[in-house]
């Protein structure tokens, strides 16, 4: 089945795919508007104020366990929000990506496989990992996510 997904690169070159029906909006963050939170997971950087709303703002290299690459924190960060999938709930997070890199059209009917970029504590996180362009990318389970940042918050 052809379905559309977000593209976008995290350190090291590790592609993710977001599902289409789970991105809000692309949003540029300041480090310094980023209220932190005491007493909450190292990978979750805090809370910023969008459209008069609280937004977590997720660090996905330590959510994903992944080396950095050296981004510095005095530079704006560009996140993707992902919304959940499931009916009636209106939890939201911004992702920071190191890059966005546009709308695919991928088959996810091929045979699940294995990729070296894809760490085994990553792959929780994953509905199964597609080959397109001779590029590996990793689908995310949006639900999965929010589930496990709904039980380091409370």
Request: glycine share 6%; aromatic share 8%; proline share 4%.
């Amino acid at each position: 089945m052809q379905k559309d997904y977000v593209s976008v690169e995290l350190s090291q070159s590790i592609n993710l795919a977001l599902p289409l029906e789970n991105m809000g909006t692309v949003i540029q963050i300041e480090p310094e508007k980023i209220c932190l939170v005491p007493g909450v997971s190292n990978y979750l950087l805090g809370v910023i104020n969008h459209q008069g709303s609280l937004l977590w703002v997720l660090d996905t290299e330590q959510f994903f366990q992944i080396e950095s690459d050296g981004h510095t924190w005095k530079q704006s960060l560009t996140a993707i929000i992902m919304k959940s999938s499931l009916p009636g709930t209106r939890k939201r997070v911004a992702l920071v990506v190191k890059k966005i890199q546009g709308v695919l059209n991928l088959n996810t009917e091929s045979e699940p496989m294995l990729s070296n970029c894809f760490l085994s504590p990553f792959q929780c996180f994953l509905d199964k990992i597609v080959i397109d362009n001779n590029a590996a990318f990793g689908i995310l389970d949006t639900d999965t996510i929010f589930k496990v940042i709904q039980t380091k918050v409370n």
